[in-house]
């Protein structure tokens, strides 16, 4: 065995979040069927066999790239930690830290946000699994912060209200090069971001005033 090998077997979680972080790099640029195990053993520097013995199959890696990068490196859970607040101001303020979660207030296009947008249009059920469970914590701070302003909102609006909200954030991520194409720009820039997320936040308070 060599060093490097008894080093990954002595520490499985350190191999696990090579493997991923590796992984989600590779399949946010060339999206799930562009990436092989060989390309994300390669990348992550462990054995062929690494990959799969972690994680069962491409599909359960691809899902985990997705947890991990909403729980672990945007880190959902934390932002959504306080006690739902149903007043305008706190809302702005959570919608704005979901779009700069995923869009990075710089503009830099993050692999994090990137594989979010693959997760969207792969349509692997286990991918989209892991994009609705990173979520939660997003999704269960909302419901109860927006029930405070319309008392009477139905599970179904809500759910049309939560559903725009991440389509419009997604959109950010899949139309990018359309976006940037449309507005003569080779990438997105603290202005430009700054300014989507303030129609954002207009666009989705203006819709519980109706």
């Known amino acids: 065995m060599t060093k490097g090998r008894g080093r990954q077997a002595r ?3 350190v191999t696990r979040r090579r493997i991923v972080e590796a992984a989600g790099r590779l399949f946010a640029k060339r999206g799930f069927n562009g990436v092989g195990f ?14 799969n013995h972690h994680f069962g199959t491409k599909e359960q890696l691809f899902a985990e790239c997705v947890r991990y990068a909403l729980t672990e490196k945007m880190d959902f859970p934390a932002l959504f930690a306080s006690e739902p607040s149903g007043t305008a101001t706190r809302i702005a303020a959570k919608i704005r830290a979901c779009f700069f979660a995923v869009i990075p207030p710089d503009g830099r296009s993050s692999w994090c946000g990137e594989i979010l947008g693959r997760a969207l249009t ?3 059920n ?3 699994k892991a994009f609705q469970d990173g979520l939660r914590p997003a999704r269960e701070w909302f419901h109860p912060a927006l029930r405070t302003i319309r008392p009477r909102m139905t599970p179904t609006a809500f759910a049309l209200w939560y559903g725009s909200l991440w389509a419009q ?18 990438r997105y820039d603290k202005a430009l971001v700054r300014m989507a997320a303030n129609h954002l936040v207009h ?8």
């Open 11 to 13: 520490q499985p979680e």
């Open 203 to 210: 666009g989705m308070l203006k819709q519980l005033e109706n």
């Open 169 to 186: 954030v997604s959109f950010f991520v899949t139309a990018r090069a359309a976006i940037l194409a449309r507005l003569g720009k080779r």
């Open 38 to 51: 060989r390309d994300i053993a390669t990348a992550a520097r462990v054995s062929l066999r690494m990959p």
């Open 122 to 124: 792969e349509n692997l």
């Open 126 to 128: 286990d991918a989209l």
